[in-house]
């Protein structure tokens, strides 16, 4: 599969949505299962919401998360995210 | 410890407008007069959310012959869990869909019996085809994750191309192919459903360059009928690990066929609470780890991986539900398995759609 472009906007795919804050587990729902979630994950996660582009979601960590490299943010995205449009769980608008 | 499942299975009712020949629904059906009440279902769900499930699966039957669904749906998102709902299509409208939506529906299983009408309504006993396209082009008004089950056999198998090209026109996000695995009613038809190597053989090929093909837009999973695998399947993904399944009148159960081992007590799920009958009941208990298992499972390398197979077909097959699955190769009693493949290779009969040979499931009717 390509990799994901800048300037597309990533979404959950219908049928994959975060499980609720008030749970103790942080989990993406997806109809197989779930996955659980770890360090930035979830962050990630509520900023696929088909409005944000990709460069968006790799800016808006990095403002997040000052001490680290920004390239390796920006790599771990872009992992991130193509691992779980391969699962199914991830879009790109 | 023993960890908490990941979803729980509600049968909410037995009752279903289809007759499937190959329906795995218990032969003794619960009857309506016995089916649990809204409150005691919502009750369970929650208590499910608590023990620490994070999907639930309405099944039955057909569970919108309840009129409840959309009740239990809500109260299901409410306590944080995703749900499924796993239909015939019959008993769904438009609006009624768009209910379960706004109720909170995540995922939608549509089961199709064939890809061609005259068969389809063949096999499943209604004529239900045509109103299941109609279902399914409602599904993709809403976002939600839309799935088609394609059960295949001995009938329909040699149509796999064709199946795979109506998922694709439906929209579906995933195709799930399973071949009938013989519990219930299919047990009673098994020989009229049996495919013969030579289908199987040709039907895996297809299965992998669709996969291929559609790789991004739908995904499919394909289930081999266990009669023809060298080893057999890890069943519920072994017992009381994974799922809890709760029938129309609040037997707890670890698999939907386990009421066919003679001896097996379950706990009603209105008396106790769901972690105790998880954790402690004996019907649970009985086939955790490794102590019941007999040779040659209890010293092979595999037994991790699929815990001596399924329980309920070890007791169909042999008569005695702690034997090793007669599906798996090196299983003392194979031969149950292989006499009814060899037969399903050599009887030509089988073929034909059976007239009055084979047992259309009957819906439970009110025992009042
Ligand atoms: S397999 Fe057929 S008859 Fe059985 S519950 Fe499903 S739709 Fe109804
Ligand atoms: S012997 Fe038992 S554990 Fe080993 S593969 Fe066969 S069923 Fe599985």
């Known amino acids: ?93 | 410890m023993i960890a908490p499942p990941q979803a729980l299975i509600a049968e909410v009712t037995h009752r279903c407008p289809m007759h499937c020949v190959y329906c795995s629904n218990p032969l003794e059906m619960q009857s309506a007069d016995r089916e649990l009440s809204t409150d005691a279902w919502t009750a369970i769900i929650r208590d499910a959310a608590g023990l620490g499930c994070f999907h639930l699966h309405l099944t039955g039957g057909e569970p919108l012959s309840r009129k409840d669904v959309e009740q239990l749906v809500r109260v299901a998102r409410d306590a944080g869990l995703y749900t499924n709902l796993i239909t015939s299509g019959l008993g769904l409208s438009r609006a009624r869909l768009k209910d379960l939506v706004a109720a909170g529906l995540d995922h939608i299983q549509l089961s199709f019996q064939d890809s061609v009408e005259e068969t389809a309504n063949a096999i499943g006993g209604a004529r239900a085809h045509a109103y299941k396209l109609r279902v399914a082009s409602w599904i993709r008004e809403h976002r939600l994750a839309f799935t088609v089950n394609a059960v295949v056999h001995r009938h329909n198998l040699d149509r796999l191309q064709e199946f795979i090209g109506l998922a694709e026109q439906l929209n579906a996000d995933k195709l799930e192919i399973a071949n009938v695995q013989y519990y219930g009613w299919a047990f009673r038809n098994r020989d009229y459903l049996m495919p013969t190597r030579a289908q199987v053989a040709k039907s895996l090929p297809i299965v992998v360059a669709a996969q291929e093909r559609l790789k991004g837009k739908m995904r499919i999973d394909f289930v081999l009928p266990d009669y023809y695998a060298k080893y057999p399947k890890p069943c519920m993904g072994g017992w009381g690990r994974k799922l809890i399944l709760i029938d129309p009148a609040g037997r707890v159960m670890p698999c939907h066929a386990a009421g066919v081992i003679p001896g097996l007590q379950f706990e009603n799920a209105q008396d106790k609470p769901l972690r105790f009958i998880w954790e402690q009941s004996d019907a649970f208990q009985c086939f955790r780890g490794d102590e019941w298992m007999q040779e040659p499972c209890r010293s092979c390398e595999r037994k991790g991986i699929d815990f001596g197979g399924c329980r309920c077909q070890a007791f169909l097959l042999t008569g005695d539900a702690t034997a090793t699955d007669p599906t798996c190769s090196k299983a003392p009693e194979r031969s149950a398995v292989d006499e009814a493949v060899s037969k399903a290779n050599r009887d030509d009969q089988l073929n034909q759609l059976p007239r009055g040979d084979w047992v259309y499931r009957i819906d439970p009717v009110m025992r009042a």
Do not use: W
């Not at chain 1, 959950?12 to 779930?34: D, H, Q, V, Y």
């Open chain 1, 1 to 93: 599969m390509k990799p994901p472009g800048l300037a597309e906007r990533p979404a959950l795919k219908p049928g994959c949505r975060l499980s609720p804050a008030s749970n103790p587990e942080s989990l993406l729902l997806i109809p197989e299962g779930a996955l659980r979630l770890h360090g930035p994950g979830r962050r990630i996660l509520e900023l696929c919401d088909g409005q944000h582009t990709l460069a968006d979601v790799i800016d808006q960590l990095q403002m997040e998360f000052p001490s680290a490299e920004a390239n390796r943010i920006a790599g771990e995205v872009v992992t991130y995210l193509s691992r779980l449009h391969e699962k199914g769980a991830i879009e790109f608008l």
